[in-house]
């Protein structure tokens, strides 16, 4: 059974820096992307960022210059530095994976529980 676990979310000024992880586990044999999707109320959930295993990155506009997604492949970690954070930024932040696990080969649609993010003086 794969699952994906967050940490790092949590309230932070305008202006801020969070840290968000996501670990993989499982009997997972090979990741394919890591990435990030947040959903705001009211609004439908979207990408934040995406890694592939190879380090090729992609973001949403919104986020270019201010978040940068990161790998461990070792540790099948993946991690969003979030800085000059604003309040537009608030939202549940989701972890995503495709990856390819013992049990079911490859599925490219793993998600994690989430994790809030609240930008707010």
């Known amino acids: 059974q794969v699952q994906l676990v967050e940490s790092g979310g949590g309230l932070v000024q305008p202006g801020g820096s969070l840290r968000l992880s996501c670990t993989a586990s499982g009997r997972i044999l090979s990741i394919f992307a890591m990435g990030w999707y947040r959903q705001a109320p009211g609004k439908q959930r979207e990408l934040v960022a995406r890694i592939g295993s190879g380090g090729s990155t992609n973001y949403t506009n919104a986020v270019k210059g201010r978040f940068t997604i990161s790998i461990d492949n070792a540790k099948n970690t993946v991690y969003l530095q979030m800085t000059s954070l604003k309040s537009e930024d608030t939202a549940v932040y989701y972890c995503?994976?495709?990856?390819?696990?013992?049990?079911?080969?490859?599925?490219?649609?793993?998600w994690g529980q989430g994790t809030q993010v609240t930008v707010s003086s």
């Open positions: 995503h994976a495709d990856l390819w696990s013992v049990a079911v080969g490859r599925r490219p649609d793993y």
